[in-house]
């Protein structure tokens, strides 16, 4: 194993928390930098997540992306998961790339972020959502719950607040399922918690 990939990445951005967040989506880290279009979550133009959101809330897949470029729009995205009410961070605070790509697989998690720190800054949030295999082991370890299905959810307390946890397809292309279909597990969802 190269030098490389044993170096220790800290997570680069700050938690987005806004104060009405009634939903924590969590993913498990950021790629690499050099796969970012914009400075914000999911930022891999080739992750699908915000045109998962677009296609649901707009009815457009392309409403959050910028016309100009191969980018999200950062301010667009802010601005709606404020409406919304929706927080956003990851399960993993540090990791080691295993091999250099962005897939979680080789994704060591040397730090598990402190989630129940982040609850206490949401005190409106009634719900987690993790959005892969390997944010959901990470969170599901940290809580003693057991791991829903995808396109499911599972009922626990956190400090005696009945909370769920849903466990949602990636929004990855490297997991093997069309758009369309994502977001119909992501629907669900977002209408049990009446967002949409």
Known sequence: MNQRSMEIEQHPLEPFLPGNARLLMLGSFPPQKKRWSMEFYYPNWNNDMWRIVGYLFFNDKEYFVEKTKKAFCKDRLASF????????????????????????????????????????????????????????????????????????????????????????????????????????????????????
Do not use: W
């Open 81 to 196: 998961l404020q409406e919304k009410g929706i927080a956003l961070f990851d399960t993993a605070s540090a990791v080691r790339r295993l091999q250099d790509n962005a897939s979680d697989k080789f994704l060591e998690v040397v730090q598990p972020t402190d989630i129940p720190a982040l609850l206490h800054q949401l005190p409106q949030c009634q719900a987690i959502v993790t959005t892969g295999e390997k944010a959901t082991d990470t969170l599901c370890a940290q809580f003693s719950i057991e791991k829903p299905k995808v396109g499911d959810f599972t009922e626990f307390l956190f400090e005696n607040k009945p909370m769920r946890l849903y466990r949602m397809p990636s929004s990855s292309r490297a997991y093997p399922l069309a758009l369309e279909k994502k977001a119909a597990a992501y629907r669900i969802m977002y209408q049990d918690l009446q967002m949409l």
